[in-house]
């Protein structure tokens, strides 16, 4: 058993040079006997994915059948190799599925033409764009057979772009050289197109070259791949794809990890819950591909490589980080239940990957759902306010009360279609206003179901109040409204006045502010002023004392902040200040060592997200 107490250094990029560069050159050979010499011609299958004899056996009704037909009747209408999210690619494979089948001419025609119109449009796109998409585009050429001046043309375009240097990854440039030196998602979904590609071309030597690569990056040698941090490394001196059966790290079992994809979740960290990364399942997407493909050419034993190693990926998402497959990758595990006998979670009409699906059909290898599927329940609706004003709110989610009969190993939280998380509880930020949240949750059978919580955002209300204290005779200053001593009650569309009435109130006819002219006397130890306002932060401005005295000291206690007069006996002060409230209410009272403090005028707002 592989164990190491202390947390792997951190290494920006590793990589092996010399093997790199050799690899380049075509000089470098991995150890260990030689693909070739794993390859059993006997055993190769008709077909890149599937066979007319193979398909003739499969169902055109159920589940699985109606969501290929459903993926075949959607539109193509520009394919793109070089957008990596273009679903054109397996809409494609889909329409090629169902006309093999069924031998529906326009299936074909479908196909054929999209099939033509993806080539020259991978320019100006990413290596991992031509690694996701082209490998259907080849699937697909190969069920519908092309006529031979299109089959000549699409034979050529492919033999040359995976060699078109494109955007790539650590400056790996290519499509072939992300299949042979690049171990993270990238390098996955270039080997399943490359594997796709080569049979495609009848390249035996570039087949071979993708099976050593394969076996090693599975976890007999690292030599050769680029490597970024080296966190999730069983052996961080010998870096591999997935991590070596028994690879225990501080106690923590990390046998069947991914490490350059689980790296993207951040580092390792033996006292925390092992973090859910995507990324995973998206390598898991190109290598199950490749593997498929291979063991079709004459591979049988990939998915023995590495004492079963991605069976054991397999094993760790779903039994040490408790990720099972969902969305897009969950078409995945219905490869691993057919080669291992597995029962991951596989549920019919899973969505297809970025190269691949329909594996449900294929493969078959969902179990029956049992009499009674899940319960899903997302549970009651909810109302939160933007608490500080940013336009959006942390909300909690809770799926705890979905049931089943058996046991519920999945949940997926979505709006409009689009993951939010994966747990029975979740908390996501979502902006303001009304929000549909899908949960979906899968019991061990693979069955689902579906229920949905309806949460809304609302804004934090903005509050702005200005106040003039005055006698009862005198106009308020614009924009403000009087008070004139009177205790606390509803008036001029607020809530505000005295703890008692507050009779002295004078206006002095001296200055041109009105606002500065008039005032009201705190003139009992007990004076208290007060204003009814949502909680939160205010930006407060009092202005205090008596144009006609120079006898005040204004001091203040304002929501319990001592707000010193700061120049002692003269005519006026103003405070400024930012004041949280947390009681509903703004409360100003006379402060340390004041002396009769009058009231002028004072003016509050909420305050604006981000000061204070």
């Known amino acids: 058993m592989t164990d190491r107490s202390a947390h792997p250094r951190i290494v920006r990029f590793a990589v092996a040079t010399i093997p790199a560069l050799l690899c380049a050159m075509g000089l470098f050979t991995s150890p260990g006997a030689t693909a070739a010499e794993r390859r059993d ?19 055109t009704s159920g589940r699985a059948w109606d969501n ?53 449009t991978q320019d100006g796109g990413r290596t991992l764009a031509l690694g996701r998409e082209l490998g259907a585009y080849v699937l697909a050429a190969d069920l519908v057979g092309l006529d031979a001046a299109d089959d000549g043309r699409f034979r050529a375009f492919v033999a040359a772009v995976i060699d078109q240097r494109l955007d790539g990854r650590s400056g790996i440039e290519t499509l072939r050289a992300s299949a042979l030196h690049d171990p993270s998602n990238w390098g996955c979904h270039a080997r399943a197109t490359l594997v796709a590609a080569a049979r495609y071309l009848s390249d035996e030597a570039l087949l071979d070259q993708l099976a050593t690569r394969l076996h090693d990056w599975s976890g007999r040698s690292g030599a050769g791949f680029a490597f970024k941090e080296l966190w999730w490394q069983g052996d961080p001196s ?90 897009d990758d969950a078409w995945v595990p219905h490869i691993a239940n057919r080669f291992y006998g597995t029962g991951f979670p596989a549920p019919a009409g899973a969505a297809p990957g970025k190269g691949l699906g329909f594996t449900d059909w294929l493969y078959g290898s969902t179990p029956t759902p049992p009499a009674n599927p899940p319960i899903a329940h997302a549970g009651d609706d909810a109302s939160v306010t933007d608490g500080d004003g940013d336009g959006s709110q942390a909300v909690a989610l809770d799926g705890s009360r979905s049931s089943d009969d058996g046991a519920i190993v999945a949940w997926l939280w979505s709006r409009d279609g689009v993951g939010l998380a994966r747990d029975a509880r979740a908390s996501v930020v979502l902006p303001v206003g009304r929000h549909v949240i899908a949960l979906t949750v899968t019991d061990d059978a693979g069955a689902s179901a579906s ?73 009992r130890s007990s004076s208290r002023w007060e204003i009814a306002v949502p909680n939160g932060t205010y930006a407060v401005t009092i202005a205090c004392g008596d144009p006609a005295s120079t006898s005040t000291v204004n001091s203040l206690l304002v929501e319990g902040l001592q707000v010193a007069d700061p120049d002692g006996r003269d005519r006026l002060d103003v405070h400024e200040l930012i004041v949280p409230v947390r009681d509903g209410r703004l409360t100003i009272q006379r402060g340390s060592g004041a002396r009769t403090p009058r009231l002028c005028f004072i003016d509050i707002a909420t305050m604006p997200v981000g000061n204070g």
């Open 451 to 523: 229920d949905t919580v309806v949460v809304t955002v609302v804004a934090r209300p903005t509050f702005a109040a200005a106040i003039d204290f005055q006698p009862a005779r005198s106009v308020a200053a614009d924009g403000y409204v009087p008070d004139s001593g009177a205790t606390f009650r509803a008036q001029n569309g607020l809530s505000y006045g005295w703890n008692v009435r507050h009779p002295t109130a004078r206006e002095r006819d001296l200055l041109a502010d009105q606002r500065l002219d008039t005032h009201v006397e705190m003139d």
């Open 238 to 327: 010998a870096p591999v794809g997935i991590n070596r059966a028994g690879t225990v790290v501080s106690g923590r079992v990390l046998d069947g990890v991914l490490p350059d994809d689980q790296r993207r979740a951040g580092a390792f960290d033996p006292a925390q819950p092992f973090p859910r990364e995507n990324y995973v399942w998206e390598a898991l997407q190109g290598t199950m591909t490749a593997a498929l493909l291979l063991h079709r050419a004459g591979y049988v034993d990939v998915f023995a490589w590495q004492d079963e190693a991605l069976r054991r990926a397999h094993v760790w998402l779903h039994d040490q980080c408790g990720f099972p497959a969902a969305a």
């Open 68 to 120: 290929l037909l459903a993926h075949a009747a959607l539109a193509v209408s520009a394919p793109d190799l070089g957008n990596q999210d273009d679903p054109s690619n397996v809409r494609v494979l889909a329409k090629a599925l169902v006309y093999a089948r069924t031998g529906q001419q326009r299936y074909r025609a479908e196909a054929v033409a999209a099939i033509l119109a993806c080539i020259g």
């Open 41 to 59: 011609p006997a055993q190769r299958k008709d077909g890149i994915l599937t066979s007319a004899a193979e398909l003739a056996s499969l169902p």
